[in-house]
Structures are given as C-alpha cells and as structure tokens.
C-alpha cells in the first residue's frame, strides 16, 4: 500500500523520534542530572549519606578562603601555560607530514600516530613515573650518563638552592621544589597524537594552489606556515584551547597517579579537581566538594568563552 509523500515523510520523523527520544532521555538521566545533583548539594552540608543540613552558600564562602584550593588555581595557571606551549610540537609536526609530498608516507606517519593510542593512559602514565623514580628511572639515568647532573649541581650551588647534590639522585616526585617540573617534563616529546590529527585535517582543507601562489611569490617554508598555514588553521587552535581548558583544570588524574592524594610533598601538586577528589572521597565532604566543581565549571566556562571571543578566525 502506497501512503502519500506527506505521510511517508511524517512516518521518518516519527521512526526518527523513537530514537532520538531515548537517546535525550539517556542524556538527561545519566549527563545532566548528576550535574543538577551536584548543583544542589553544593548549599549542603552533605558527607555522601541520608543525612544533609542546608548551609546556603557557606561552601562557597569556605572555598573562596580555603588556601589549598587558592594556591592550587596558581599551580593549574602554571601547568596551563606550560601546556600551551606543549602544543607548538603537535602543530609543527603536523605541518611536516603535511608537507610530505607521498600520500603513502602522509599515511604511514598517521598510522604510527594512532598506534600509541591503542596503550591505556593508565598504562602511560606509570611508566612515567617509573622514568621518574629517583633511584631506577631513565631519566636520571640520562642526566647521569651525559653529565648533566654535574652542571644541575653547580647551578645549585651558585644560587644557593637546596635541590640538586653530588651523590645523591633527583627526587623528583619526592622534592617539592622538583613536582612542577616534572609535571612539566610529563609526556616529553609532547606530541599529542589527537592534536596532531586535528591540526592535519585542517592543514589538508588548503588547496594547492595557495601553494602554487605563494611558490611563485617566492615565499620560503617559514613564511608559508605563518602567512598561510598557521592563519588557516586557528578553528583547530581554538578547539585545542577549548580541550586544553577543559582538561588541564578539569582534570586531576596525572597528579592523583604520580604523586598522591595530597599532591605530593607539600602539597605542591595539588590542583583543584584533585582536592575536590579529596575532599570528596577522603574528608568525606561532598557538600564542599561540589562546591568546588560548581567554582570549577564557572572558571571554566569563563575562559572557553574568553577564548571563543578572542582566538578569532577570519574567513
């Protein structure tokens, strides 16, 4: 039986409703409640059970004069310009395969891009801190072997700093003058496989001939990745930024993993998700610690929206 077209194109939205209503559902039970949840609970007194005394906005209060939290915006603010700068090895190095002039090696470098993603991050990240260990890591090792170690102590001892001895192996995540550095070493060569694959995909939207023009202007390799390569890709600059913000102040696993609970030896690595963590799960504060998400998401929201207003690309 043949419906009319009106009918046949009222049936497909209406076999286009039974899936996509399931799927709102699924997105608000499961996404944006707990948000709400987490909302509500940041006014109470809340230690994960029955139990819960409304306190209006004292969390809010607290956290605004809680001096672990303040000093871990300072360390996240220093973890996120460091990062910035980590992008610069994923764009440079997505220009070069860009620039390849076989489509099969283009292919080859992105195949062996995508192989490391297969390694769990859990996996990555402790085998960074075993690089790391003092006594049996490769990264002491190499500063051992070349001879670094000899001019770490002489710069010690020309400020006066009490860091690096002859004799005695770098605690890096034993020292707290040493945990942001080795924060910062983390992920060395800081090539991040989905960036670079971001940055390919915008690099391969420029057609040839802007290349063949600016050939013919005589425009050299430098000048072609900041005239033309580098403008044309800031939609994946700002969408990295965006990850960027989002994981460096969101994100608390690296510092949970490497050092502790407590951000290591004196707290010198501790950022704000890690003591919302803590407070949460090892004061048993919840009412505190959803606080300090919401403080979280508002500081967030406000830098993405920053980044969004600035980070502009002309069409």
């Given amino acids: 039986m043949a419906f009319p077209l009106s009918r046949q194109k009222l049936l497909r939205e209406w076999r286009l409703y039974f899936f996509v209503v399931p799927s709102l559902v699924m997105v608000l039970t499961f996404a944006y409640f707990p948000a709400a949840s987490a909302v509500y609970h940041s006014f109470f007194d809340w230690s994960g059970g029955e139990a819960k005394q409304y306190i209006g906005l004292d969390n809010f209060k607290r956290a605004f004069t809680d001096s672990t939290l303040l000093n871990s915006f300072v360390t996240v603010g220093a973890l996120m310009v460091f990062n ?20 099969r090696w283009q292919y080859v470098y992105r195949a062996l891009l995508v192989v490391p993603m297969i390694v769990p991050q859990l996996v990555t990240l402790f085998i960074w801190k075993f690089i790391l260990d003092p006594n049996l890591g490769a990264l002491n090792r190499v500063i051992e072997a070349t001879g670094l170690k000899s001019v770490l102590v002489a710069i010690n001892d020309f400020f006066g700093w009490s860091v690096f001895f002859e004799g005695v192996p770098i605690g890096w995540l034993s020292q707290p003058e040493l945990i942001l550095p080795a924060l910062f070493i983390w992920g060395f060569p800081w090539i991040g496989t989905v960036g670079v694959l971001i940055y ?27 005239y033309i390569e580098l403008p044309l890709i800031l939609t994946q600059v700002r969408l990295s930024l965006v990850l960027l913000i989002i994981g460096t102040l969101g994100g608390y696993g690296l510092q949970l993993l490497l050092l502790n ?3 290591g030896p004196g707290g010198r690595g501790m950022v704000p998700g890690l003591w919302m963590y803590n407070r949460g799960f090892v004061a048993g504060e919840f009412g505190y610690a ?8 508002v500081v967030i929201l406000s830098l993405t929206i920053i980044n969004n207003r600035y980070v502009r690309v002309e069409k």
């Fill in 290 to 297: 959803c606080a300090i998400g919401m403080i979280l998401f």
């Fill in 261 to 263: 609970e407590y951000g």
């Fill in 84 to 103: 910035l700068f980590k992008m610069i090895p994923s764009i440079l190095l997505a220009v070069l395969i860009h620039r390849l002039f076989s489509d």
């Fill in 200 to 226: 390919l995909a915008g690099l391969q939207s420029i057609s040839t001939e802007i290349y063949e023009a600016a050939e013919l202007d005589g425009i050299g390799p430098f000048k072609k990745f900041i």
